[in-house]
Structure formats: structure tokens, C-alpha cells
């Protein structure tokens, strides 16, 4: 029993943070928000370099054979920097999906996800929209009767729907089900999407906990600096106590998306309830940030001008991505109330394996 | 990462379990607030003590067990499993044993851990006076050294398991000169020296579970100061550490709190509003959550870590989703829920009451959350005091 990451997992993350740091600024984000795709080609390569996208690809296919514990440490970043890319729909969701469904599919997908020459887009029943769709050559989708298909973006028909958040974007898309796109049917099907719920949703939770951390730390910067009556804002307690509870919701979020992390790698049997505490938790935290960061930045934070709304948005945006709120609780409550789950002390640990 | 117990571990549990199984006693306890329940829970961890088990994670000459602190992780859930008694030796062996450990001599060591283990002696805490709460650096009560010994004078209050202890740990100002933090020192006091009066305060549920105690030129030898002389204020710190962290509140208490809470739920289910079955779910979320940082937290500090001020944020979670908790459970109980266990009416009820006004009392000892708040905000973000 050991419950950290390892010190190459963490050397990775700040590796990453360090890149996202330089490559990633308030203005680049911008500047991407005012373009058709809001997604650049150049950065989705670079980060192909240091083995973002091909972070779950097998090293048969190129790609760097790791797994969801790495990857939540990298989405944290990505959240953290407010990068736009497709990492969640592509590296955390696609990739494993392609590896699963296996064949012609995989191989010919997967080495070039890893190079950074392709996105791969999924849906699911779980939203109307699919993100990413837009910049998509590959997308995975499912039919009306659950099975799952294999479409090129060519022969889809895809309905841009503008969102709340300039970097989120998602699509309402149609496509032609046929023999020749199926991919997958049946249990086969059912399994390969609760999976990719389960990875879109735990990426999601990731994202946000690197999202809540910035906030806290742009308002707790702000209010060190901001004066009135004589003294820092953040001096006055009503602003500290705000903050501190943003705080503690972060830190109790971050060990549930640890766990949840573990139990997708290892596919344990309480993998969907670990994920969807995960990220009822992670996201919680986010959006409650977002709220008081605004709180603690006053009239200034409420201006399109002031960068804080980009991590803002971000936060509402996992929120919204891969289940909302009253779907993952729904799924807890579900497993507590039917007793499915072994609950009290000495149950956390059981069937992690 | 590895989420797999040991071979080891699991027949360390095993061991605990099955020793619980047949030595924990069939009929709850009266409360150790009470005369007759304090000798009934020193006889329990006599028993405890007795089996081995009265304080795992010490060493064996010290009256523990020599296991680490994962085993004792272990330990508790299995304690909370079986329903054991409540520890009256609190304040002694989570608060004051590992200060003492830390910062103690080796003769006091040998002097007080043993007995400390086996509640032989029992602590009461003498944090609190009058004008120093919150507060805590505006201490008043003075220990001027006079020979090998110090004088002591004043009072404290709000003395934790005062009424039924046989010792006390608090500060005491040595320097009369000094201010604030400086010139404190920490010093362990027999309860029954002359010049020590001890008067017990009924607390919300009726029962004398905190006393006032008296100074009045009571004598205490040297050798019974902990820490250097003019610096308790850092032994205190390290003391209200383990009270505001892992040590008082492992998490096993609140996960045994989370499945009562879910399995009253779950009775009550046809009766109950679709939110409050969503505020449940929330709780057992939270129980995990806190189960899970604490595991964390001991890996690392099983890695040679430290725990710093986030110990500030064990105490504002578990102490306010404890209230959470029973509030909850009031809230499903219903109309039942006023009810003393003993009313005709009562039915379930349990002991959820009680519970809850304990709990109640969370959120103001070990430091009061705002002060909590104060500490992550000034400490771990760093705001401007």
C-alpha cells in the first residue's frame, strides 16, 4: 500500500507544467479564441514532441505505453495553463477506445495520433455534443441502438454550437450508421463506451483540480496586492475564509481523483462510482472557485479584459463535459442506495485490484 | 501507486479483528464523562492495554505495538468496525504520547508513555483560560521556577476530561517579562497536588466532560517541564498538530458515521426527500475523500514527509462533515428526531442526539475553524495577516 505518485510520474508532470508554462500564455489562448477552429495545429505538434497525445498508446504503435495515472497528472497541467487542444477527446478518450476496438482501426489511427498528424473525436449518450468534432479526422460515435461507429469527418454532418467557454468546442453531429461504419456492437459496444465515459469524466475531474488550483492562486495574488481601506483585501478575513474554503474543497477533491485514477488503470469493479466521485468532487471544487475567485477580484473580474475569466470558463466546461453533476451523484447515490457497494471502515481499499 | 494491502497487513488485520471480536464488550459503555463510566473505560483499556493493542503505532517498550502508521490505519478501522469503546485516554496517547515522543527526554519518556498506554494515568488538556481561547498566546497563568521546582498560578479552563483525570498538560509563562508566543513553557501537572482545585462544567448534554483547574502556588518539579524552558509555544504547536490531523480524527470514525448515516437512510428511503438522499451521498463522498488524504498523507509521511498547516484543513473537514452527518440523520429521523433515547416514542433514534451535539462541538475545539481558516489563508496562500 503506497498512496502517491511516483517521483518519475511527478518529474513528467512538472516537465509538462514547465512546457505549458512557456507555451501556453493568457494571449495565446486569446489569440486561438478568435480563430474559426480555436485549435492550433503547430502546438497540438509540439505537444506530440514531448508525448501528450500518444501518452496511452501503445509502444507498438509509437506511442509512450503509459496510463490514466500519468495522464490525470498532465491534464491537470492543461488545465492549469487553460490549454484549448484536444487532449481529453484525443489522448485520454480516443486513444484508449482505438487500442480496445483494436484492427485495422487501431493501427492505422493510433501511430498518427501519437505523431500529432490526426485528432480523434467520441461521443457519447451521456451529452448531445461531441467536442472537438470540428477539427476531427477521425470520429468514434454511437448509433441510436448503441453500437458504435467509425466515421471520417467528410462523411459527417457536423453543427458547430457555440458554448459558454471560447475554448470548449462541441457539435451536434450526424452521420449515415452502416455495416461499413460499425465498429463495434452489442456488450462489446456498452463496454467500450462505459469506458470512455469513465475516461472522459476522470479527465475531466483532472482538468478541473489544475483549473481551481490557478484560481485560488490568481485571487489570493490579487488580494495580496489589491488595497482598500488602507490594506490589502486579502487581509480581511471574509476574504481569507472564502478562500480557504475554495482550498479545502481542492485538496479533498484531489485524492478522489488519485483513486479514481488507479481504478481506470486497473479497472476495478467500483471503477464508474471512484470516477464519478472523482469528478462530482473535482468539479465542485472548480466551479466554486470560479465563483469566488470573481468574489475576491471584485468589479475588474467581471471584465472581458481581465484574463481570470479563461479559467472560469474552464471550469464550467468540465463541468458540463462527459456528465454534469446530477449524473455522476446519480450514479453514487444509485450504488450506496441499492447497496451494490461494501461501505464503512476497511471497505475504501477492496476490489482495487 | 499500489492500492494492495500486504500479506503482512492483512494478517495484522486479521489479528485486530479477531482480538476485537471477542474482547470488546457486548453492551456500550456509560459515557467516560461520567464517574462510573470513566472507571468502566479504564477498565477497557486496561483490557486493551492488557491484549496489546492499547497504542499500536508506539514502540513496544513504551507500552505500544511497534507498528507503523499504516497498521494503526488498520487498527482503527477495525476498531470502528467493532464498535469499540470511546478512547478516554484522548488527550494522552493521540495528543500529548507523540509530543512527547518528539520533544520528550528519555527519562520522560520511560516515565510517562507506559502509562500513558495502558490509562493508568489519564490526561486532561489545559489549553484554554479565561482570556485566552482563540487566543491562545495571551496565556496567563505563571510557573516562576523557585529551586528544582516551578511555582505555579492561575487558571485554566475548558480542561478536556478534566473531572476524571489524574494529569494535565498545558503552557505556563516562566518569563514574567514576556509577551504573545515568547516565554511559555509546556509542563506536565499531577492533578492532585496540593493548592490544584478542579471544579467540573456541565457541557451541553448535561454531563462534566470539561472542568476548570485552580493554581494556586502548586509545586511542580522541573523535570516535568517538556521541551526547553521559554518554548512551549513550538511543543504546543506540534501537540495541536496531532489534534487537528490524523492522530485524534483518524478517518475510520467518520466512515462508521457515513454507513450508519446511509443504512438509516436507506430504512427511512420512502419518507425522505430526493435532496436529502443526494446530502447522504455527498457525506459518504466526503467520508472517502477524508479516508483516502489520510492514506496519502501517511504514505508520505511514511516516506519521511512532514505534516504542516494542512492540518488546518483535516480539522475544518471532518469537524464540520461530523455535524453534516447528524444534522442529516436528525433530519430523517423526523419528528423523532428531539427525542432522548429513552422516550417511549423513540424507536431508532439512537444515539444521534447525543451525537449531534457533540459534533456541534466540533467545529470550536482543537483550534475554532475560523482560526482553521485563518491558518490556510495566511499559511498556505500565502494572504497578508
Known amino acids: ?353 | 501507486m499500489d492500492l494492495d494491502y500486504s500479506k503482512d497487513q492483512q494478517t495484522f488485520r486479521a489479528d485486530a479483528r479477531e482480538w476485537l471480536q471477542q474482547n470488546v464488550p457486548a453492551t456500550a459503555l456509560e459515557s467516560f464523562d461520567t464517574a462510573e463510566g470513566a472507571k468502566q473505560h479504564r477498565e477497557w483499556e486496561a483490557r486493551l492495554n492488557a491484549g496489546g493493542w492499547a497504542m499500536v503505532p508506539w514502540p513496544v517498550e513504551y507500552g505500544g505495538r511497534g507498528a507503523n502508521l499504516l497498521e494503526w490505519l488498520i487498527f482503527e478501522e477495525e476498531y470502528y468496525r467493532a464498535g469499540a469503546p470511546k478512547r478516554i485516554n484522548q488527550n494522552g496517547i493521540f495528543l500529548l504520547g507523540p509530543t512527547i515522543m518528539e520533544y520528550g527526554t528519555p527519562e520522560q519518556k520511560a516515565r510517562f508513555l507506559p502509562k500513558m498506554a495502558s490509562s493508568e494515568e489519564v490526561w486532561a488538556q489545559g489549553w484554554s483560560e479565561p482570556n485566552a481561547g482563540s487566543d491562545m498566546a495571551n496565556i496567563q497563568a505563571t510557573a516562576f521556577r523557585d529551586g528544582d521546582h516551578f511555582v505555579l498560578n492561575g487558571q485554566k479552563t475548558w480542561a478536556s476530561r478534566g473531572a476524571f483525570a489524574d494529569w494535565l498538560f498545558g503552557m505556563f509563562r516562566t518569563d514574567p517579562e514576556s509577551e504573545r508566543h515568547r516565554g511559555l513553557t509546556f509542563i506536565l501537572v499531577p492533578l492532585d497536588l496540593p493548592g490544584i482545585t478542579v471544579r467540573p462544567i456541565e457541557q451541553l448534554d448535561g454531563l462534566a466532560g470539561f472542568a476548570e483547574v485552580f493554581f494556586d502556588d502548586v509545586r511542580v518539579p522541573v523535570e516535568h517541564q517538556l521541551g526547553e524552558q521559554g518554548k512551549g509555544w513550538s511543543v504546543a504547536m506540534a501537540t495541536a498538530g496531532f489534534e487537528r490531523g490524523l492522530m485524534l480524527r483518524s478517518p475510520a470514525r467518520f466512515q462508521a458515521t457515513a454507513k450508519r448515516l446511509v443504512e438509516l437512510a436507506r430504512l427511512h428511503v420512502d419518507s425522505i426527500e430526493p435532496s436529502v438522499r443526494d446530502e447522504v451521498t455527498r457525506c459518504w463522498i466526503a467520508a472517502e475523500a477524508y479516508t483516502l488524504d489520510t492514506h496519502r498523507t501517511v504514505s508520505r509521511l511514511l516516506a519521511d514527509g512532514k505534516i504542516g498547516a494542512e492540518a488546518s484543513l483535516n480539522k475544518i473537514f471532518w469537524s464540520e462533515l461530523d455535524l453534516r452527518m447528524h444534522e442529516l440523520a436528525l433530519e430523517i429521523l423526523g419528528d423523532r428526531g428531539e427525542l432522548r433515547p429513552e422516550a417511549p416514542a423513540a424507536g431508532d433514534v439512537g444515539s444521534w442526539l447525543d451525537g449531534y451535539l457533540f459534533a456541534l462541538s466540533g467545529p470550536i475545539y482543537a483550534g475554532t475553524n475560523e482560526i482553521q481558516r485563518n491558518i490556510i489563508a495566511e499559511r498556505i496562500l500565502g494572504l497578508p495577516r
Open chain 1, 1 to 353: 500500500m503506497d498512496f502517491r505518485f511516483d517521483e518519475d510520474q511527478e518529474l513528467l508532470q512538472n516537465t509538462v507544467r514547465e512546457f505549458l508554462q512557456t507555451e501556453v500564455t493568457p494571449g495565446s489562448v486569446r489569440t486561438l479564441w478568435e480563430t474559426e477552429t480555436g485549435r492550433s495545429p503547430e502546438l497540438w505538434k509540439q505537444l506530440a514532441e514531448i508525448g501528450l497525445p500518444g501518452l496511452l498508446v501503445p509502444e507498438q504503435h509509437d506511442g509512450m505505453g503509459m496510463g490514466e495515472e500519468e495522464m490525470v497528472l498532465l491534464i491537470e497541467e492543461a488545465g492549469r495553463a487553460a490549454l484549448a487542444e484536444p487532449v481529453i477527446a484525443t489522448a485520454a478518450v480516443a486513444v484508449p477506445l482505438l487500442a480496445e476496438l483494436g484492427g485495422a482501426l487501431a493501427n492505422e489511427w493510433l501511430p498518427k495520433i501519437a505523431a500529432g498528424e490526426a485528432v480523434v473525436a467520441v461521443g457519447h449518450p451521456v451529452s448531445p455534443f461531441v467536442e472537438d468534432a470540428h477539427v476531427a479526422d477521425l470520429l468514434l460515435l454511437p448509433d441510436g441502438t448503441g453500437a458504435l461507429h467509425a466515421v471520417t469527418r467528410d462523411a459527417a454532418d457536423v453543427t458547430a454550437q457555440p458554448s459558454n467557454d471560447p475554448s470548449r468546442r462541441i457539435a451536434t453531429v450526424e452521420f449515415d450508421a452502416s455495416e461499413s461504419t460499425r465498429a463495434a456492437h452489442g456488450d462489446e459496444a456498452s463496454r467500450l463506451l462505459a469506458a470512455a465515459l469513465d475516461r472522459g469524466a476522470l479527465a475531466c475531474a483532472a482538468g478541473a483540480l489544475g483549473v481551481c488550483d490557478r484560481l485560488i492562486g490568481l485571487a489570493a495574488e490579487y488580494a495580496g496586492e489589491r488595497k482598500q481601506f488602507g490594506k490589502p483585501i486579502g487581509s480581511f478575513q471574509a476574504v481569507k475564509h472564502m478562500l480557504a474554503n475554495v482550498k479545502v474543497k481542492l485538496e479533498y477533491a484531489r485524492p478522489l481523483v488519485q483513486r479514481a485514477a488507479h481504478s481506470v488503470a486497473n479497472d476495478a469493479s467500483a471503477r464508474d462510482v471512484h470516477v464519478s466521485m472523482a469528478k462530482l468532487a473535482a468539479c465542485e471544487a472548480a466551479t466554486s472557485g470560479a465563483k469566488v475567485a470573481l468574489q475576491a477580484h471584485g468589479a475588474i473580474g467581471y471584465t472581458w479584459e481581465q484574463d481570470l475569466h479563461l479559467w472560469m470558463r474552464r471550469a464550467w466546461s468540465f463541468d458540463h463535459a462527459w456528465g454534469r453533476s446530477p449524473f455522476h451523484l446519480g450514479r453514487v447515490r444509485e450504488a450506496l442506495f441499492t447497496g451494490a457497494l461494501p461501505i464503512g471502515p476497511g471497505t475504501t481499499f477492496r476490489g482495487d485490484a
